[in-house]
């Protein structure tokens, strides 16, 4: 019988929520806290709302207590999950907090997408018991969760952490080397930068973009990995193919000036409405809603 234990919850906006609801749901008790009070305030009516959506059990709020303060948040946590702002200087403010006021065995980990985990918590002492736990978004429907090993993180605390996620039901993938954007992220946007190049050569445009991978090698990666793939079509195959096309692609080691021209002249995508398409809002509730559809679907369809 799986352990329930104590989890502390760092931020409690889009991923804060959804982590705050998979403890939950698990049966483990979750406090959470965030620094702005609208947020905090109202995260308990978003888990709920979500899970109704799911069609979970609303009960597991019973389970959730918000807490104004990261020192109150974390005092008998035995698991603690950062999920702020995607910014160095603010998550090692926030581990440094973490170590003085988190019980000493308590592990602490870090949401963070792409920073490295020594980085974050490079001026900690107890450093053993730092590591990343990258969920992806939304997290109660994805089941990846990579689990960092830095530098001086102790082989317990990433088997303590891999133990926790398979009990409840995730597929966590230990990353054994600490680098930038670990692996999931890597790959994902070594694909964006391709495809921003080929928008900006002028090869085609955004829409053709998301219509070949949607309806092509995009329709097999659930089930089909890249390296399956590799093998199933042969490697001397891959082989051939690599010898005429790895030169051609793009090799940039700098973000796409195309990209940087989006970005000043705000057009931030769902923020702004207008990115690399333009969307209105219900253009963008009907893609959210189409989303979701699928991963549920295809979490009924494999089992998970």
């Known amino acids: 019988m799986a352990v329930k234990q104590k989890i502390a919850i760092i931020g409690a ?65 035995e698991i603690v999950i950062e999920a702020v702002l995607e910014r160095l200087p603010v998550k090692q403010a926030v581990f440094a907090e973490l170590e003085r006021h988190a019980p000493p065995e308590a592990l602490l980990t870090s949401n963070t997408s792409v920073i490295p985990i020594g980085q974050i918590a490079a001026k900690l002492q107890s450093k053993h018991r730092v590591l990343g736990t ?25 088997t303590r952490m891999i133990v926790l996620l398979k009990q409840l039901g995730k597929v966590p993938v230990h990353v ?53 793939n590799a093998d199933l079509v042969g490697t001397d195959l891959v082989l051939d193919i690599h010898e005429h096309i790895l030169a051609d692609l793009d090799r940039s080691q700098s973000p796409s000036p195309y990209l940087r021209a989006l970005v000043q002249d705000g057009k931030l995508g769902f923020k702004s409405n207008s990115g690399f398409k333009d969307w209105t809002e219900e253009k963008k509730t009907a893609l959210r809603a189409k989303v979701a559809g699928h991963l549920k679907m295809l979490n009924q369809l494999l089992d998970i």
């Open 13 to 77: 906006g889009l991923m804060g929520h959804g982590l705050a609801l998979v403890f939950a749901s698990g049966g483990h008790r979750v406090s959470i806290t965030d620094p702005f009070p609208k947020v905090l305030d109202t995260v308990k009516t978003r888990i709920a709302s979500t899970l109704r959506s799911l069609g979970g059990d609303e009960a597991a709020l019973d389970l959730v207590q918000t807490v104004p303060g990261l020192r109150s948040t974390v005092a008998d946590a």
């Open 134 to 158: 990258h969920w992806w978004n939304p997290p109660y429907l994805v089941p990846l969760v990579e689990v960092i090993q830095a530098e001086e993180t102790s082989l317990d605390s990433i």
């Open 176 to 228: 054994k080397k600490d680098i930038p954007g670990f692996v999931g992220n890597r790959l994902q946007h070594a694909l964006w930068r391709e495809a921003i190049a080929l928008v900006a050569n002028g090869v085609c445009d955004a829409e053709t973009i998301d219509l070949v991978v949607k309806n092509s090698f995009g329709r097999r990666l659930a089930v089909l990995g890249p390296l399956e």
